[in-house]
């Protein structure tokens, strides 16, 4: 039996994620040995070229699409033209066509796919002049390339598309600027995250799954625990517990998820 599968596809803040304190390896510590969680971050990618990588990580007339997914694009998208990073920007109005053309697409990959939109983090417009500092000193930009303002009009329409489709989302640029001194205790370089940041990730991701989709307590193991092999006669175990007895994973019939049509 094949593990059901959870994509996580986004820039270099999902790509990061599986690093010591992310919050993709978080997730897949949680669901270890029920569900295997893919890691298809991008650095630097903005949504204009993810569309370039949908029919690769989500081939369509697959016979096992992934069985959830994650999508969390926008913190390149809101560079700002003009900056030093304006080869990433991406208008507002082309970021929420692309986020849809995104979500059609992996539901037309499968429409039992469970998905959850991110929205960008804030940005601490400080702490990126420091990085930029600290990485080319006198040489650094002297205007911010990107803003807390602008990010905030695209996590906005993030939001919103979720809304309309109905897709639940995280929104991340509100929830961690709920917290005091978001800027240093969230973000390491005023736009990736801490351990603190990517444990608000996490936490939120985690509710919607347990709420929404699954949550890995309930679901069962691959294959059985050592405790319930007899020594003695251990094909026992592996003729009682195999997967193919298991409780196949199936999607949560109360999830309006797959019925976006936008």
């Known amino acids: 039996m094949r593990r059901p599968q959870v994509v996580l596809f986004g820039d270099s803040i999902t790509e990061q994620s599986f690093r010591s304190g992310g919050w993709g390896a978080a997730l897949a510590d ?3 040995r029920k569900v295997d ?22 081939p369509l007339g697959s016979p096992h699409p992934p069985a959830a997914a994650t999508v969390f694009f926008g913190a390149n998208d809101a560079a700002l033209p003009g900056r030093t990073s304006e080869r990433q920007y991406v208008p507002v109005d082309e970021y929420k066509l692309n986020l849809r053309s995104i979500l059609l697409h992996i539901k037309k990959c499968s429409p039992d796919i469970f998905v959850v939109l991110i929205t960008p983090p804030p940005v601490d417009e400080q702490g990126r002049k420091e990085y930029a500092i600290s990485l080319y000193g006198e040489k650094a930009m002297k205007l911010p390339e990107r803003t807390n303002e602008v990010t905030g009009v695209h996590a906005k329409i993030c939001v919103e598309l979720g809304d309309e489709m109905g897709i639940p989302s995280i929104d991340l640029w509100s929830k961690m600027q709920q917290i005091e001194g978001w800027q240093k205790k969230c973000l390491s370089d005023g736009l990736h995250l801490t351990e603190t940041g990517n444990g608000i990730v996490y936490q939120q991701l985690q509710k919607i799954f347990n709420e929404n989709w699954h949550d890995a307590a309930s679901m069962p193991s691959d294959f059985p625990h050592h405790s319930l092999i007899d020594a003695s006669h251990p094909e026992k175990a592996f003729i009682q517990h195999s997967p193919e007895n298991a409780a ?6 109360a999830t309006d998820n797959g019925s976006a049509s936008a």
């Open 37 to 58: 969680v893919l890691n298809r971050g991008y650095g630097g990618y903005n949504t204009r070229w993810a569309l370039f990588l949908l029919h690769h990580i989500f």
């Open 248 to 253: 196949t994973v199936q999607q949560c019939p």
């Open 30 to 32: 949680s669901y270890s």
